[in-house]
Nanobody
Framework: QVQLVESGGGSVQAGDSLGLSCVAS????????MGWFRQSPGKAREFVAA????????NYADSVAGRFTISRDNAKNTAYLQMNSLKPEDAAVYYC??????????????????WGPGTQVTVSS
């Protein structure tokens, strides 16, 4: 079993930056893609970014491409999401996700194997 725990959420102003971390415990995440989803009130959970086990490939939702950067440190069993130029529409609960194999922008919520409890990001204009 894998436990994912996010940290780094908070309240910022539009245009600010914020970094999220996701620490995995319980087992090593070899062969797992990792990523981030987000959900705001009244909306479905949506894909944000993902990274392969090796870190050699990343993909992003169109809405965050060029502003967000995902990375991972397998030695620390940790994934990161650096968010720059934040907009009010980025406000949401951000969830860390892990999936056997590859996680991409086309991966559905139901295919994710493990979820973190989420961390709140608030962006004020």
């Amino acid at each position: 079993q894998v436990q994912l725990v996010e940290s780094g959420g908070g309240s910022v102003q539009a245009g600010d930056s914020l970094g999220l971390s996701c620490v995995a415990s319980g087992r090593t995440l070899s062969s797992y893609g990792m990523g981030w989803f987000r959900q705001s009130p009244g909306k479905a959970r949506e894909f944000v970014a993902a990274i392969t086990w090796s870190g050699g490939s990343t993909n992003y939702a169109d809405s965050v491409a060029g502003r967000f950067t995902i990375s991972r440190d397998n030695a620390k069993n940790t994934a990161y999401l650096q968010m720059n130029s934040l907009k009010p529409e980025d406000a949401a609960v951000y969830y860390c996700a892990a999936k056997r194999g590859v996680l991409t922008k086309y991966s559905t919520v139901s295919t994710v194997d493990y979820w973190g409890p989420g961390t709140q990001v608030t962006v004020s204009s």
